[in-house]
């Protein structure tokens, strides 16, 4: 890898002054390097050419924004923290430097993880897409919360939902909110979708695990108000009675690359405080 682009999370003085120390520690190198801050839709600027790297800056919520922006692209991201330890932004600041030595040498161990392409129909005109490398979540305001949803797997009818809402994620976004919602945690490199009701009226209404193959089709009756779709919490749409939202694996995954200095079981302890009760860790050897 010669060509690298770092984005920094906006409005982060301390994410864009480790990315001016990145850069100029690559040009060091010899390295052609970009400095970007990550900016929201729809002024997100292209990929510089020939970048064979990303370098995310920031937190999950940066990581998320830039694989819906250049994940289709195929150029693997790393994810560094400024802050605290991220399920997706795996690398820390102080792990930074040398990390990227072992990436730029190319020991380094490659992840393709699911994204979703996210559809809104409207009066049968498909008039909104978006990408999401966590979910997709239709749900209604504070003050009505009930919503009422029909949903089909590959056009055969499933359920309705009477709920506070519905949760369509990927494995990467069983940590997200599907997560606080009481869905499972899934590997992230596994492929299967979840789909979640959040607080279903009737209670037969459990999560389901879903091939990553299947399209989720998911209606508004006709008495919707103040419901809408977010993607990965971050974009989203007013919902209008008759809108369908169509869920499906997108074609592409982004390429994530793995810390080299702690695994995803690390990252879970570490995040979720198991094991802080009794302090062992044990080797899983009876």
């Not at 003085?13 to 690559?26: H, M, N, V």
């Not at 330890?85 to 993880?113: D, I, M, N």
């Not at 979540?137 to 504070?142: L, P, R, S, T």
Request: aromatic residues 6%; proline residues 6%; glycine residues 10%.
């Amino acid at each position: 890898m010669h060509t690298l682009t770092i984005i920094t999370k906006k409005h982060k003085p301390a994410a864009w002054q480790a990315g001016e120390g990145l850069r100029d520690w690559c040009r060091r190198r010899g390295l052609a390097a970009h400095l970007l801050e990550n900016e929201p839709d729809p002024q997100t600027p292209p990929l510089p050419a020939g970048t064979q790297l990303i370098v995310v800056m920031g937190g999950d919520g940066t990581l998320l924004s830039v694989a819906r922006h250049y994940g289709h692209l195929g150029v693997p991201v790393l994810g560094v923290n400024v802050g605290g330890l991220g399920f997706l932004t795996e690398v820390s600041l102080e792990e930074l430097y040398p990390a990227l030595e072992q990436v730029l040498a190319g020991a380094f161990e490659l992840e393709e993880r699911l994204m979703l392409t996210v559809t809104l129909v409207r009066r049968g005109v498909r008039c909104w897409e978006e990408w999401a490398l966590n979910d997709a979540v239709i749900n209604k305001g504070a003050l009505a919360r009930i919503v009422d949803l029909t949903a089909w797997i590959d056009g055969e009818y499933l359920t309705n939902y009477r709920a506070d809402g519905l949760i369509i994620a990927t494995p990467t976004g069983s940590t997200a909110y599907t997560m606080s919602a009481g869905g499972p945690i899934a590997y992230p490199t596994l492929q299967h979708l979840i789909l979640l009701p959040i607080c279903p009226h009737t209670l037969s209404n459990r999560p389901l695990i879903l091939p990553a193959g299947a399209t989720i089709c998911v209606s508004l009756n006709q008495r919707v108000r103040d419901t809408h779709l977010t993607v990965d919490g971050q974009v989203g749409q007013a919902l209008e009675s008759g809108d369908r939202v169509e869920v499906k694996a997108a074609p592409h995954f982004l390429k994530f690359i793995k810390s080299p200095r702690r695994s995803y079981f690390e990252i879970l302890r570490t995040k979720l405080g198991w094991g802080e009760m009794t302090g062992t860790r044990g080797n899983g050897v009876e």
